[in-house]
Structure formats: C-alpha cells, structure tokens
C-alpha cells in the first residue's frame, strides 16, 4: 500500500493524538518524498456566516499548525498547513481530500465511552464513507489505558 | 441569501435542491431522522434532523441572520408555529408557508405570515385550466388584497360574442387586465371591445364575484 501513497491529509483538533497521526502520515509518504497536508477546521456556528473572523479559533490553529509543522519536519517530510472553516469536520475533511487529491486520509480517533459502550463519534464513521481515498484510523494505545 | 427550509418532503427536498444549485445558503430542518439521513446523502452537511418550531434548534440554525424562511412541511399547524416562531422570535424579515387547507390562508395571513402558497389551490386552477369548455381558471391570487388574477375563455355560444364591455357590464368590483384574441393579438381594453369566440379574457375579480363574471362571459347557467 505505502508505494502508492504521495500525499496524505491529517485533520488536526489540537489533542494529544495529532502529533502520532502526523508522524504516522509522515512515515507513509516520505518514502515517495510525499507531502503531508495537515489541516485545522474551524467548526462555525450557523449563527454566523461561514466566512466570519473568529480570531480565538484561527489563533489557536496556527498554533497547532506551527506544532505540527515541526513535528513533519522531525520526520523529515514535506508538510503543508492549512485553516479551513466550515460547518461541520467531516464534510469538510473529504472536500479537502478530494480538492489535493489525497491517497490517504489519516485520523486520530480518541477511546470514548457513550453509555457504557465504545462510540468513535461522527466523524470517523463519516470519513469511512464518504472519503474518496484511503481512510487510516489511528487509536492510541495509552488512551484506552487512560480509560481504565 | 441565507435561507431556512422547514421539512424535507418533496417540495422541501425539491426547493432546497434548486436554492443551492443558486448558490443560496441553505439549512434545512427535518424532523424525521430517517428522511433526513437520505436527503443528506445527496444534498450534504445542511440539514439538522430536528423539529423546525422549536426556538432551539431555529437558534442552532441561524435563524437570527436568516432572510428567508419558507415552512413546507404537510401539516398546515406546524408551517404556521414555524413562520410564526421565525418572524417574532427571530425577526426573519420574510416568511413563506406552504398551505394544504386552502380555508387556512385567511388564517395564515391574519397570523403574520408573509406569504402563503396554496397546494390545494394550484392544482386546482391546473385541472380548470385543462378542461374543456369555458372555465374560470385561477392565475394568481394577489397577496394583500382580496381579490385574484382569474382567466375565462369566451365559449362559442356565449351571449358576451359581439357585446361591447359598456353594455355588457362586469360585476363589481372586477376589472379586465387583458383580452387575447385566439391569434394571440392582444386587444386594447376599452368601453368599445368587442369580445369574440375564444377570446382569453384576463381579469381581477373578487373571490365572490368569479361566478358571475363566469356567467357574463360564457352564458353558462
């Protein structure tokens, strides 16, 4: 699989994981001297409109991103950063596969518990089917242990 | 323009489709979970699977910068609660319902509801329209006045053929907006118009005077 994968999109949210799913997406392409696209999508609230300035979010991104950014570059990868806002995460994480043509989207999905019973949320099972490329999950390990 | 659609039945899911290929900003509000998990699957990440009256989920929606508000759903007391809702919780500057009950639309409008369309009525005034002989088919209503557009083609045999308008004499209150001759020549309205066989004749008329402005142009009983 990883011969075919040159660009890859991470969705970063600023929790602990984003740094292992970077690094994950790092080792996937830089075989290939890929790129790995991280993106921040800022979730607005439809009582604004979509292109309004929300400086707390934005500022809070670019922080991530820098994070990230120095994160790829430890794995020696090509990386490229990116704010978005729209609506609602998933949507706009498979818009944006499609827009760079992504081989692999690579999430991180914290361990939830919903009632007693393991839940991954929306937006997972929604990059699962509406993705246009490859979906890679990533599940840290220590998390479930937190859990506990 | 932001706009809210309330249901996602036919019509809701059919407005919604054509508003943003117009590149309008769209949400939509379903309350059947199910429907609404369909419709998503074509038209995206603009519905909430919620019910479109409560003040809530109009908040979650926008509806405070919301321009326009059109309730489609086929519960005649729900299209009403939600332009209601819409207009005094959130002052959206415009709001249309859909209406099943043709005798709600005095109600609708009384109630605050800017304009009101019909279902009932339109297709109605389709199945007049396609009828033979020489019915009253209704165009238009005019929204804030008590009268409407309606449409009469002059039958053969009618005693309207060769009167003028002064003799004739329309009921009260009614007036003639255009006469088309069968060629589609259009005549100009005046005391010395003749009518003559298959003449559309175009007129606003009150709801009440439609029958006997019927009878003065086709003669039927």
Redesign the interface.
Known sequence: MADQLKTALVPVTGSPLDEFTVGLACDLVKHHKGTVHVVYVIEV??????DAEVPFESTRGERILVQMEKVAKSHKCKVEGEILQA??L??AVVDEAALRNADVVVVGSPYQEHFGAPTIGDVVPYLLKYSPCRVVVYRDAQARMESK | MFVIVVGCGKIGYQLSRALLAADHEVVILERDSHRAARAAEELGSVIISSDGTEPTVLTEAGASRCQLLIATTGQDATNLVACQVAKRSFRVPQTIAVVTDPDHVALFKQLGVDVTISTTELILSHIEEEMPGGPLVHLLPIQGAASGIVCVRVPAGSPAIGRSLAVMGLPVGTSLAAVVAKNGEIKSIGPDLLLEQDDEVVAITPPDKETLLWRALTGGA
């Open positions: 609230s439809r009582q604004l409109p979509l609506r609602s998933g949507p």
